[in-house]
Nanobody, 126 residues
Framework: QVQLVESGGGLVQTGGSLRLSCAAS????????MGWFRQAPGKEREFVAA????????YYTDSVKGRFTISRDNAKNTVYLQMNSLKPEDTAVYYC???????????????????WGQGTQVTVSS
């Protein structure tokens, strides 16, 4: 089992910044990739960013490229999402998730992840 706990959400004005954290515990040694997803009211959960645990390769959805940065601290088993230049359309509940190890889950699909955090609310006011 893997436990994921997100923190760092909140209310921010357009153009502001937030940093989300996701602390992992439990059976984390086999982790290959961690991802961030978000779900806005009335919409499906969507991929935001991912990072490979070993060599730190990053992936982003187009709408956040240049504004969001995903990073990880292997020693702390923590993944971060630095969000800058926030827009009202970034408002959502943000979830971190661990990609399924075997067989490897689809990187940008919710079905490709087997462990999820409880989510943290990010609200961007206009």
């Amino acid at each position: 089992q893997v436990q994921l706990v997100e923190s760092g959400g909140g209310l921010v004005q357009t153009g502001g910044s937030l940093r989300l954290s996701c602390a992992a515990s439990g059976r984390t040694l086999t982790t290959t990739t961690m991802g961030w997803f978000r779900q806005a009211p009335g919409k499906e959960r969507e991929f935001v960013a991912a990072i490979t645990w070993g060599n730190g390769i990053t992936y982003y959805t187009d709408s956040v490229k240049g504004r969001f940065t995903i990073s990880r601290d292997n020693a702390k088993n923590t993944v971060y999402l630095q969000m800058n230049s926030l827009k009202p359309e970034d408002t959502a509940v943000y979830y971190c998730a661990r990609r399924t190890v075997y067989p490897p889950g689809v990187l940008r699909a919710t079905s490709g992840y087997d462990y999820w955090g409880q989510g943290t609310q990010v609200t961007v006011s206009s």
